[in-house]
């Protein structure tokens, strides 16, 4: 397994289908996982719907890679992305790849590139199609990094979040041992397995450890010197999940 401050990663940005002013909370996202020796932005940079990103493209040395709209109706700029990962792909210099796109168009890239070995890193909004979140190895959601919400009556509304105790309960259920307790970096483990865009922040929690804290159907115990934290199902929300209340009896 490559140490995360030892891989090198190519951030690409769809410009035409990202936000400009996210740019420095994009590539602090992306720190968490690499080095972005390559940064590149791909659009049509001779138009005026891109002049927001030139002030952040200059600020983080990111290279603008310009694409003109030769045909109407098909995008050239998705196309000139996809050609440059595969060069850099078979440059052998990279270990991962940060593809920045609510747009299902990269769906087969993310597949080809993980098919080669290469890991990688989607960032797009909630509405991103499913098919190009499961395709990458870890989805971020751009709305945990400040991105504002959709207009509603959108084309493409957000899904609604998994039910958060179905996943934790789940997730509990799956790693504990008799005793019923699991480690806290078991779970974060399993859920990041199941659901690669499963972030605590989706919960509005900095930390997977505050958003268990907060559940009143977990207990949590601190980590000591010599044991994790760790966490379980309260016996008595364990036992009584998924039932109803008994009516009470008239006299």
């Not at 009556?153 to 307790?181: F, H, M, N, Q, V």
């Not at 199941?194 to 907060?214: C, E, G, M, V």
């Not at 601190?222 to 966490?231: D, E, I, K, N």
């Amino acid at each position: 397994m490559i140490d995360a401050n030892a891989m090198r990663l190519a951030l690409l940005i769809d410009a035409d289908n990202a936000t400009a002013s996210l740019t420095t909370r994009m590539l602090e996202e992306i720190s968490k996982y690499g080095t972005a020796t390559i940064k590149r932005a791909y659009g049509d940079w001779t138009t005026t719907q891109l002049a927001g990103w030139k002030e952040q493209l200059l600020r983080h040395a990111v290279q603008p890679m310009q694409q003109f709209a030769y045909t109407r109706g098909r995008n050239s700029t998705d196309s000139a992305l996809i050609i440059d990962a595969m060069d850099l792909l078979y440059a052998g210099n990279l270990d991962a790849f940060a593809i920045v796109s609510s747009d299902s168009d990269f769906t087969s890239l993310a597949m080809r590139l993980r098919e080669s070995g290469a890991t990688v890193y989607g960032l797009g909004r909630r509405k991103t199609p499913e098919s190009f979140r499961a395709a990458c190895d870890r989805f971020i959601f751009l709305e945990n990094l400040g991105a504002a919400p959709e207009a509603e009556g959108g084309d493409e509304p957000a899904p609604p979040l998994p039910e958060l105790r179905t996943l934790l309960t789940k997730a509990i259920e799956s790693t504990s041992g008799d005793d019923g307790w699991s480690t806290m970096s078991a779970v974060g483990n399993y859920l990041g397995k199941t659901d690669n865009s499963f972030d605590s922040r989706n919960y509005k929690f900095a930390k997977l450890s505050t958003l268990a804290k907060a559940q009143d159907y977990l207990e949590v115990k601190g980590a000591t010197a010599s044991t994790p934290m760790r966490l379980r199902l309260r016996p008595a929300a364990k036992k009584g999940a998924g039932k109803k209340p008994a009516k009470k009896q008239s006299s």
